[in-house]
């Protein structure tokens, strides 16, 4: 694990992770364990991802997991990314702005930021189909 990922991580360790929690009835809500998507690492790791849109605007993100250092500080750039944007802006998030954010090229950090967009995209695509 790249030392930049290792840093950021022990700083969330220190100051709180600011996007872990819950949204009550989320606009969104994707949920995803190890057996079923790699992202989450091991099979009885979990990811639970709540996402608030008011218009089509992404103005609360949250997400509880049990996962590995590396895709909890994924998951935390994710929701420091998305937040504020528009659903269209954030599907358009490429996986170098994960690189950008931490300052550091990481091939697990790259794999795992894929991941994670590949299935925001996707719920944010059924998200806009069923409000349609």
Known sequence: MHQAITAYYQKLLKTGFEHTGKIENASIFLETFGEVSPVC?????????????????????????????????????????????????????????????LGCEDEMLQEKARLLLELLKGEIFRHKTQTA
Do not use: M, R
């Open 41 to 101: 690492g091991n099979t009885d790791d979990f990811l639970y991802l709540y996402i608030q849109v008011e218009g089509n605007l992404i103005t609360d993100i949250k997400y509880q997991c049990i996962c590995d250092p590396a895709t909890n500080v994924s998951i935390e750039i994710l929701c420091t990314l998305v937040k504020g944007k528009t659903l269209d802006e954030a599907a358009f998030i490429k996986e170098e702005a994960f690189s950008q954010f």
